[in-house]
Protein backbone atom coordinates (compact mmCIF):
# COMPACT_ATOMS: atom_id res chain seq x y z
CA UNK A 1 0.00 0.00 0.00
CA UNK A 2 0.89 3.98 -0.73
CA UNK A 3 1.93 5.62 2.01
CA UNK A 4 -0.28 8.44 0.78
CA UNK A 5 -3.13 8.29 -2.05
CA UNK A 6 -4.66 11.43 -3.25
CA UNK A 7 -7.66 10.29 -4.73
CA UNK A 8 -9.64 12.31 -7.42
CA UNK A 9 -9.13 15.62 -5.39
CA UNK A 10 -10.32 19.42 -6.05
CA UNK A 11 -10.27 22.47 -4.99
CA UNK A 12 -12.05 25.55 -5.63
CA UNK A 13 -11.93 29.22 -4.98
CA UNK A 14 -15.40 30.88 -6.16
CA UNK A 15 -15.97 29.53 -9.70
CA UNK A 16 -11.80 29.06 -10.59
CA UNK A 17 -10.62 25.06 -10.26
CA UNK A 18 -7.40 25.39 -8.30
CA UNK A 19 -6.46 21.73 -8.11
CA UNK A 20 -8.89 19.71 -10.78
CA UNK A 21 -9.16 15.79 -10.53
CA UNK A 22 -6.12 15.16 -8.94
CA UNK A 23 -4.69 11.31 -8.37
CA UNK A 24 -1.58 9.93 -7.77
CA UNK A 25 -0.10 8.22 -4.52
CA UNK A 26 3.54 8.21 -3.01
CA UNK A 27 5.69 5.43 -1.86
CA UNK A 28 6.76 5.20 1.59
CA UNK A 29 10.58 6.27 1.57
CA UNK A 30 10.32 8.72 -1.31
CA UNK A 31 11.35 11.78 -2.69
CA UNK A 32 8.29 12.82 -4.55
CA UNK A 33 8.12 16.65 -6.49
CA UNK A 34 5.01 18.62 -7.72
CA UNK A 35 6.73 20.62 -10.31
CA UNK A 36 4.68 23.12 -12.47
CA UNK A 37 4.77 26.58 -13.77
CA UNK A 38 3.76 29.78 -10.77
CA UNK A 39 -0.34 29.16 -10.33
CA UNK A 40 -0.67 25.80 -11.36
CA UNK A 41 -2.29 24.51 -7.98
CA UNK A 42 1.04 22.84 -6.67
CA UNK A 43 0.75 25.21 -3.36
CA UNK A 44 -3.15 24.87 -3.08
CA UNK A 45 -2.45 20.74 -3.18
CA UNK A 46 0.34 20.65 -0.48
CA UNK A 47 -1.60 23.32 1.79
CA UNK A 48 -4.86 20.14 1.36
CA UNK A 49 -1.93 17.56 2.42
CA UNK A 50 -1.08 19.59 5.36
CA UNK A 51 -4.66 20.44 5.94
CA UNK A 52 -4.28 24.16 5.84
CA UNK A 53 -7.44 23.70 2.70
CA UNK A 54 -10.23 21.01 2.84
CA UNK A 55 -10.58 19.49 -0.53
CA UNK A 56 -14.26 20.38 -1.80
CA UNK A 57 -13.90 16.97 -3.21
CA UNK A 58 -11.77 13.31 -3.31
CA UNK A 59 -9.73 12.03 -0.85
CA UNK A 60 -6.39 11.99 0.73
CA UNK A 61 -5.19 8.53 2.64
CA UNK A 62 -2.40 8.32 4.64
CA UNK A 63 -1.37 4.60 5.40
CA UNK A 64 -4.94 3.59 3.96
CA UNK A 65 -6.96 5.86 6.32
CA UNK A 66 -8.86 8.73 5.09
CA UNK A 67 -7.50 12.09 6.59
CA UNK A 68 -9.33 14.70 4.55
CA UNK A 69 -11.10 16.33 7.22
CA UNK A 70 -8.43 15.77 9.75
CA UNK A 71 -6.80 18.88 11.10
CA UNK A 72 -3.48 19.67 10.67
CA UNK A 73 -2.38 19.73 14.19
CA UNK A 74 -3.57 15.84 14.32
CA UNK A 75 -1.73 14.92 11.15
CA UNK A 76 1.86 13.09 10.96
CA UNK A 77 2.81 15.76 8.50
CA UNK A 78 4.86 18.52 8.89
CA UNK A 79 5.75 21.63 6.37
CA UNK A 80 9.09 23.61 5.72
CA UNK A 81 8.51 26.78 3.70
CA UNK A 82 10.29 29.54 1.83
CA UNK A 83 10.79 32.06 4.54
CA UNK A 84 12.00 29.73 7.43
CA UNK A 85 9.15 30.76 9.86
CA UNK A 86 11.86 30.25 13.03
CA UNK A 87 10.98 31.96 16.31
CA UNK A 88 13.19 34.89 16.69
CA UNK A 89 13.74 34.98 20.12
CA UNK A 90 14.67 31.06 20.38
CA UNK A 91 17.68 29.74 19.86
CA UNK A 92 18.52 27.28 17.07
CA UNK A 93 18.08 24.41 19.73
CA UNK A 94 15.16 25.88 21.74
CA UNK A 95 13.41 26.36 18.29
CA UNK A 96 14.11 22.92 17.15
CA UNK A 97 13.08 21.63 20.73
CA UNK A 98 9.98 23.38 20.74
CA UNK A 99 7.44 20.73 18.72
CA UNK A 100 8.92 18.04 21.23
CA UNK A 101 8.53 20.91 24.83
CA UNK A 102 4.95 21.12 23.28
CA UNK A 103 4.65 17.41 23.59
CA UNK A 104 5.54 17.36 26.88
CA UNK A 105 8.52 15.11 26.29
CA UNK A 106 10.83 14.50 29.29
CA UNK A 107 14.17 16.57 29.09
CA UNK A 108 17.14 13.57 28.81
CA UNK A 109 14.96 12.10 25.49
CA UNK A 110 14.16 15.52 24.07
CA UNK A 111 17.85 16.70 24.34
CA UNK A 112 19.14 13.27 23.10
CA UNK A 113 16.47 13.61 19.86
CA UNK A 114 17.65 17.61 19.19
CA UNK A 115 21.23 16.59 19.51
CA UNK A 116 20.63 13.77 16.82
CA UNK A 117 18.78 16.12 14.44
CA UNK A 118 21.45 18.88 15.26
CA UNK A 119 23.43 16.29 13.74
CA UNK A 120 21.76 15.10 10.58
CA UNK A 121 21.39 18.80 9.58
CA UNK A 122 25.06 19.41 10.52
CA UNK A 123 25.02 22.28 12.93
CA UNK A 124 25.93 20.91 15.84
CA UNK A 125 28.10 23.86 16.68
CA UNK A 126 24.89 26.19 16.24
CA UNK A 127 23.03 25.08 19.33
CA UNK A 128 23.26 28.12 20.90
CA UNK A 129 22.88 30.59 18.28
CA UNK A 130 19.84 32.39 17.45
CA UNK A 131 18.38 32.65 13.50
CA UNK A 132 19.72 36.62 12.71
CA UNK A 133 23.02 35.05 13.71
CA UNK A 134 22.46 32.27 11.49
CA UNK A 135 22.87 32.22 6.93
CA UNK A 136 19.52 31.87 4.72
CA UNK A 137 20.96 28.32 4.02
CA UNK A 138 21.94 27.40 7.89
CA UNK A 139 18.65 29.20 9.16
CA UNK A 140 16.18 26.57 6.67
CA UNK A 141 18.18 23.71 7.50
CA UNK A 142 16.83 24.49 11.42
CA UNK A 143 13.43 24.43 9.71
CA UNK A 144 13.76 21.58 8.15
CA UNK A 145 15.36 19.82 11.66
CA UNK A 146 12.35 21.11 13.67
CA UNK A 147 10.13 19.92 10.83
CA UNK A 148 11.66 16.17 11.24
CA UNK A 149 12.50 16.36 14.87
CA UNK A 150 9.35 14.71 15.53
CA UNK A 151 9.73 11.75 13.04
CA UNK A 152 6.65 12.61 10.98
CA UNK A 153 5.19 10.24 8.08
CA UNK A 154 5.10 12.88 5.77
CA UNK A 155 7.34 16.24 5.01
CA UNK A 156 5.90 18.76 2.58
CA UNK A 157 8.33 21.17 1.51
CA UNK A 158 6.75 24.62 -0.42
CA UNK A 159 9.93 26.09 -2.72
CA UNK A 160 12.20 25.62 -0.06
CA UNK A 161 15.56 27.03 -1.25
CA UNK A 162 14.21 29.43 -3.61
CA UNK A 163 15.10 32.44 -0.75
CA UNK A 164 18.42 31.08 -1.80
CA UNK A 165 21.24 32.47 -3.73
CA UNK A 166 22.31 30.19 -7.10
CA UNK A 167 25.28 28.52 -5.39
CA UNK A 168 23.31 28.25 -1.87
CA UNK A 169 20.98 26.08 -3.69
CA UNK A 170 22.87 24.17 -5.65
CA UNK A 171 24.91 23.22 -2.24
CA UNK A 172 21.56 22.47 -0.26
CA UNK A 173 20.05 20.59 -3.32
CA UNK A 174 22.62 17.80 -2.33
CA UNK A 175 22.03 18.32 1.86
CA UNK A 176 18.70 17.41 1.10
CA UNK A 177 19.21 14.62 -1.10
CA UNK A 178 21.51 13.70 1.82
CA UNK A 179 19.00 14.15 4.29
CA UNK A 180 16.26 12.49 3.12
CA UNK A 181 18.60 9.11 2.42
CA UNK A 182 19.39 9.66 6.22
CA UNK A 183 16.37 10.25 8.12
CA UNK A 184 14.00 7.95 5.43
CA UNK A 185 10.71 10.07 5.65
CA UNK A 186 9.10 10.78 2.37
CA UNK A 187 9.48 14.10 0.80
CA UNK A 188 6.55 16.05 -0.71
CA UNK A 189 8.80 18.89 -2.28
CA UNK A 190 6.90 21.56 -4.37
CA UNK A 191 8.73 23.68 -6.62
CA UNK A 192 8.93 25.65 -9.93
CA UNK A 193 12.31 25.06 -11.14
CA UNK A 194 12.96 22.29 -12.96
CA UNK A 195 16.40 21.45 -12.59
CA UNK A 196 15.86 21.41 -8.93
CA UNK A 197 13.08 18.47 -9.77
CA UNK A 198 15.37 16.56 -12.02
CA UNK A 199 18.05 16.17 -9.15
CA UNK A 200 16.32 15.89 -6.36
CA UNK A 201 13.19 13.54 -7.13
CA UNK A 202 12.58 9.68 -7.11
CA UNK A 203 9.66 10.66 -9.24
CA UNK A 204 8.09 13.94 -10.45
CA UNK A 205 4.56 15.01 -10.86
CA UNK A 206 4.60 17.78 -13.31
CA UNK A 207 1.36 20.05 -13.20
CA UNK A 208 -0.33 22.49 -15.15
CA UNK A 209 -3.74 24.28 -14.60
CA UNK A 210 -4.42 22.20 -12.04
CA UNK A 211 -3.79 19.03 -12.93
CA UNK A 212 -1.04 16.34 -13.72
CA UNK A 213 0.30 16.30 -16.82
CA UNK A 214 2.86 13.67 -16.51
CA UNK A 215 4.20 11.41 -13.28
CA UNK A 216 7.61 9.67 -13.98
CA UNK A 217 11.16 9.55 -12.98
CA UNK A 218 13.17 12.35 -13.86
CA UNK A 219 14.86 10.57 -16.85
CA UNK A 220 11.53 9.95 -18.17
CA UNK A 221 10.42 13.71 -17.65
CA UNK A 222 13.36 14.64 -19.42
CA UNK A 223 13.50 11.88 -22.36
CA UNK A 224 10.16 11.23 -23.46
CA UNK A 225 8.07 14.10 -22.12
CA UNK A 226 4.09 12.64 -22.64
CA UNK A 227 2.87 16.08 -24.46
CA UNK A 228 3.91 18.91 -25.90
CA UNK A 229 3.54 21.26 -22.43
CA UNK A 230 5.96 18.79 -20.82
CA UNK A 231 8.65 19.07 -23.38
CA UNK A 232 8.28 23.10 -23.44
CA UNK A 233 8.55 23.40 -19.53
CA UNK A 234 11.23 21.29 -18.88
CA UNK A 235 14.75 21.81 -20.19
CA UNK A 236 15.01 23.96 -23.29
CA UNK A 237 13.05 21.58 -26.32
CA UNK A 238 13.21 22.34 -30.18
CA UNK A 239 9.38 21.99 -31.16
CA UNK A 240 8.45 21.24 -34.85
CA UNK A 241 4.99 21.15 -36.04
CA UNK A 242 4.68 18.22 -38.65
CA UNK A 243 2.00 15.79 -40.33
CA UNK A 244 2.49 12.03 -40.25
CA UNK A 245 2.81 10.65 -43.97
CA UNK A 246 3.53 7.26 -43.72
CA UNK A 247 4.16 4.53 -40.63
CA UNK A 248 6.44 2.34 -41.47
CA UNK A 249 6.39 -0.22 -38.26
CA UNK A 250 8.17 1.36 -35.92
CA UNK A 251 9.17 4.85 -37.76
CA UNK A 252 7.09 7.11 -39.19
CA UNK A 253 8.09 9.76 -41.85
CA UNK A 254 6.83 13.27 -40.40
CA UNK A 255 6.39 16.25 -42.83
CA UNK A 256 7.78 18.99 -41.02
CA UNK A 257 6.18 22.23 -42.30
CA UNK A 258 8.27 24.33 -44.34
CA UNK A 259 11.40 22.17 -44.00
CA UNK A 260 10.79 18.57 -45.36
CA UNK A 261 10.31 14.83 -44.29
CA UNK A 262 12.29 13.66 -41.46
CA UNK A 263 11.98 9.84 -39.80
CA UNK A 264 10.97 9.42 -36.29
CA UNK A 265 10.43 7.32 -33.90
CA UNK A 266 6.13 5.82 -34.27
CA UNK A 267 4.21 7.12 -31.34
CA UNK A 268 1.73 4.68 -30.34
CA UNK A 269 -2.06 5.33 -31.97
CA UNK A 270 -0.39 7.35 -34.64
CA UNK A 271 -2.25 7.45 -37.79
CA UNK A 272 -0.84 9.10 -41.35
CA UNK A 273 -2.16 12.50 -41.85
CA UNK A 274 -2.15 13.13 -38.14
CA UNK A 275 -0.85 16.71 -37.29
CA UNK A 276 1.07 16.40 -34.42
CA UNK A 277 4.68 17.89 -32.79
CA UNK A 278 8.52 16.50 -32.52
CA UNK A 279 10.84 17.33 -29.77
CA UNK A 280 13.83 17.60 -30.15
CA UNK A 281 16.13 18.03 -27.48
CA UNK A 282 19.22 21.06 -28.45
CA UNK A 283 22.39 18.75 -27.16
CA UNK A 284 20.87 16.11 -29.03
CA UNK A 285 21.51 18.05 -32.22
CA UNK A 286 24.74 17.30 -34.38
CA UNK A 287 26.07 20.88 -36.38
CA UNK A 288 28.92 20.76 -38.93
CA UNK A 289 29.31 22.38 -42.10
CA UNK A 290 28.90 18.91 -43.46
CA UNK A 291 27.57 15.94 -42.02
CA UNK A 292 28.18 12.02 -43.13
CA UNK A 293 25.07 10.36 -44.31
CA UNK A 294 24.47 7.98 -41.49
CA UNK A 295 20.87 5.99 -42.26
CA UNK A 296 19.52 6.48 -39.02
CA UNK A 297 19.11 10.11 -38.36
CA UNK A 298 17.44 12.69 -39.35
CA UNK A 299 19.36 16.17 -41.80
CA UNK A 300 17.80 19.77 -42.28
CA UNK A 301 19.99 22.30 -43.95
CA UNK A 302 19.76 25.53 -42.65
CA UNK A 303 21.39 28.68 -42.11
CA UNK A 304 23.48 29.85 -38.21
CA UNK A 305 21.17 32.97 -37.77
CA UNK A 306 22.37 33.98 -34.04
CA UNK A 307 25.01 32.23 -31.44
CA UNK A 308 24.97 32.38 -28.25
CA UNK A 309 28.45 31.76 -25.95
CA UNK A 310 27.47 30.38 -22.24
CA UNK A 311 31.41 29.16 -21.33
CA UNK A 312 31.23 25.66 -21.60
CA UNK A 313 28.58 25.25 -24.42
CA UNK A 314 27.64 27.62 -26.93
CA UNK A 315 23.76 27.61 -28.70
CA UNK A 316 23.51 27.79 -32.12
CA UNK A 317 20.42 29.07 -33.39
CA UNK A 318 19.91 27.81 -37.00
CA UNK A 319 17.16 29.01 -39.53
CA UNK A 320 16.39 25.63 -40.96
CA UNK A 321 13.26 27.29 -43.63
CA UNK A 322 11.78 30.47 -43.99
CA UNK A 323 10.97 31.43 -39.91
CA UNK A 324 11.96 27.71 -38.44
CA UNK A 325 14.24 28.25 -36.32
CA UNK A 326 15.99 25.44 -34.05
CA UNK A 327 18.61 25.66 -31.74
CA UNK A 328 21.52 23.22 -31.29
CA UNK A 329 23.79 23.12 -28.49
CA UNK A 330 27.14 22.40 -28.72
CA UNK A 331 30.32 21.99 -25.59
CA UNK A 332 33.08 23.65 -25.92
CA UNK A 333 35.64 21.24 -25.47
CA UNK A 334 38.38 22.89 -27.06
CA UNK A 335 40.06 25.65 -24.80
CA UNK A 336 39.96 28.90 -25.96
CA UNK A 337 37.64 28.35 -29.09
CA UNK A 338 34.29 30.28 -27.98
CA UNK A 339 32.48 28.64 -30.99
CA UNK A 340 32.96 27.11 -34.41
CA UNK A 341 30.61 28.74 -36.78
CA UNK A 342 29.68 31.91 -37.28
CA UNK A 343 26.17 33.87 -38.32
CA UNK A 344 25.15 33.28 -41.65
CA UNK A 345 27.90 30.00 -42.00
CA UNK A 346 25.43 27.58 -44.27
CA UNK A 347 25.36 24.07 -41.97
CA UNK A 348 23.78 20.57 -41.55
CA UNK A 349 22.01 19.58 -38.72
CA UNK A 350 21.10 15.98 -37.87
CA UNK A 351 19.84 13.70 -34.52
CA UNK A 352 19.53 10.58 -33.88
CA UNK A 353 15.53 9.89 -34.05
CA UNK A 354 16.28 6.82 -31.89
CA UNK A 355 18.12 8.18 -29.21
CA UNK A 356 15.69 9.48 -27.26
P1 LIG B 1 1.36 27.51 -7.18
O1 LIG B 1 1.77 27.15 -5.80
O2 LIG B 1 1.50 26.40 -8.16
O3 LIG B 1 2.03 28.76 -7.66
P2 LIG B 1 -1.21 28.02 -5.96
O4 LIG B 1 -1.66 26.69 -5.48
O5 LIG B 1 -0.67 28.95 -4.94
O6 LIG B 1 -0.20 27.85 -7.17
O7 LIG B 1 -2.42 28.75 -6.66
C1 LIG B 1 -3.16 28.16 -7.71
C2 LIG B 1 -4.25 29.13 -8.13
O8 LIG B 1 -5.22 29.25 -7.12
C3 LIG B 1 -3.72 30.53 -8.41
O9 LIG B 1 -4.38 31.03 -9.54
C4 LIG B 1 -4.11 31.29 -7.17
O10 LIG B 1 -4.31 32.66 -7.46
C5 LIG B 1 -5.37 30.60 -6.73
N1 LIG B 1 -5.53 30.65 -5.28
C6 LIG B 1 -4.73 30.08 -4.37
N2 LIG B 1 -5.18 30.29 -3.11
C7 LIG B 1 -6.30 31.03 -3.24
C8 LIG B 1 -7.25 31.57 -2.30
N3 LIG B 1 -7.11 31.38 -0.99
N4 LIG B 1 -8.29 32.27 -2.80
C9 LIG B 1 -8.44 32.45 -4.13
N5 LIG B 1 -7.60 31.95 -5.06
C10 LIG B 1 -6.54 31.25 -4.63
MG1 LIG C 1 3.24 28.03 -4.54
Not at 325 to 339: D, F, Q, S, T, W
Request: aromatic share 8%.
Amino acid sequence: MALLEIRNVVKQFDDFTAVNDVSLSVEAGEFFTLLGPSGCGKTTLLRMLAGFEQPDAGQILLDGQDMSRVPPEKRPVHTVFQNYALFPHMTVRENIAFPLKMAGWAKDRLDAQVDELLEDVRLTEFGKRFPHEMSGGQRQRVAIARALVDRPRLLLLDEPLSALDAKLREEMQLELIKLQKEVGITFVYVTHDQGEALALSHRIAVMSHGQVEQLDIPENIYGNPKNRFVADFIGQCNVLEGTVRALDGETMTVDIKGCGEVRALAVPGVAAGQQGWLALRPEKIKLDKELPDLPDEAYFKGRIHDCLYLGDVTIYIVEVADGVLIEAMLPNNIPGVAKFFDDGDIVEIAWRFDAG
